[in-house]
Nanobody
């Protein structure tokens, strides 16, 4: 089992920044990559970014490319999502997730999920 705990959400004005953290514990050695997702009210959960523990290769959704940056600290088993130039449409619950398979390109590949952290961007 892998446990994930997100933190860092909150209320921010449009144009502002937030950094989300996701601390992983448990059998983290069994995971290959971590991802960030979000879900806005009335919408489906959306992939944002992913990063592999080994090598650090990243992938981003077009909607956040250039504004959001995913990073990791292997020693702390922690993944971060730096969010800049936030917009009201970024308002959502943000989730981190852990993948255990070689290819982590789709939501179904992520086996473990955090409880989510609310991000609200005011206009």
């Amino acid at each position: 089992q892998v446990q994930l705990v997100e933190s860092g959400g909150g209320l921010v004005q449009a144009g502002g920044s937030l950094r989300l953290s996701c601390a992983a514990s448990g059998r983290t050695f069994s995971t290959t990559a971590m991802g960030w997702f979000r879900q806005a009210p009335g919408k489906e959960r959306e992939f944002l970014a992913s990063i592999r523990w080994s090598g650090g290769s990243t992938s981003y959704a077009d909607s956040v490319k250039g504004r959001f940056t995913i990073s990791r600290d292997n020693a702390k088993n922690t993944v971060y999502l730096q969010m800049n130039s936030l917009k009201p449409e970024d308002t959502a619950v943000y989730y981190c997730a852990a993948c255990r398979v070689p290819v982590c390109a789709a939501e179904y590949a992520y086996e473990y999920w955090g409880q989510g952290t609310q991000v609200t961007v005011s206009s």
